[in-house]
């Protein structure tokens, strides 16, 4: 097996497997303004990437004053995102090739998300992930959401895996956190790339500081064959 028996690999999805964040955006700008904030910009954006969907409606009704229920809002939300995603998502070209790249050794896979599990299995189905990420996590199945490891630990359960065994792929910054949390090992390719400097990231095994345009499967591949342990 290439030197990876027994290593296991838990990616997170948006940002990282997919290029979503655009229509998180979308719709986020579009249930703001349905609720009278009308200059909610890409920056704005930027501030929740890498948090959970019910963690960014929190503190968008506690910032912007919101009279909607956090429950309203996250209904809202996953509504328009969905109406969006499902057939306009693409997955990440060297992403997907990482993907065949370990399926293709016999590593077991996860991904472990902030999004909800309905957004989560229809972007996999959408693009065809599905064929190879079977286990699938959502923060709305955990305690507590990224920087928390809660997500990571319970996807190590359902992988059958030891925390030490897992490597984590993460484009945000609370995900790194979580992935050091766990004890798991992570590649970091930074959605932001003006956060690659985040303390979070410095945490990763691996960082690829261009982001997506720099990631390289093969790089990436032979990186954690050199970097696990012979049995």
């Known amino acids: ?90 997955a990440y070209p060297q992403m997907r090739k990482f993907v065949e790249l370990l399926a293709a050794e016999g590593v077991p896979m996860a991904v472990a998300s902030g999004s909800s599990l309905q957004a989560i299995t229809a972007i996999l189905a959408g693009t065809g992930l599905d064929a190879q990420l079977r286990t699938v996590v959502s923060a709305d199945e955990v305690a507590h959401g990224k920087p928390a490891p809660d997500v990571f630990l319970e996807a190590a359960v359902r992988l059958g895996a030891a925390p030490a065994d897992c490597l984590v792929v993460e484009d945000a910054a609370p995900g790194a956190a979580a992935a050091h949390a766990a004890g798991m090992r992570c590649i970091a390719i930074p959605y932001v790339a003006a956060q690659a400097d985040a303390p979070e990231f410095q945490t990763a095994g691996l960082l690829v500081r261009g982001g997506q345009e720099e990631f390289m499967a093969q790089t990436a591949y032979d990186w954690l064959v050199r970097s696990t342990p012979a049995d």
């Open 1 to 90: 097996m290439s030197g990876l028996s027994g290593i296991s690999v838990i990616f997170d999805l948006d940002g990282t497997l997919v290029d979503s964040e655009p229509h998180y955006f979308e719709a986020g700008r579009q249930v703001l303004a349905e609720h009278g904030v009308s200059d909610f910009t890409w920056t704005d954006h930027e501030r929740y990437v890498g948090i959970s969907t019910l963690e960014t409606v929190t503190l968008w009704k506690r910032e912007y004053g919101l009279r909607a229920s956090v429950e309203e809002l996250l209904a809202a939300k996953n509504r328009r995102y969905l109406e969006l995603a499902r057939t306009a998502t693409r």
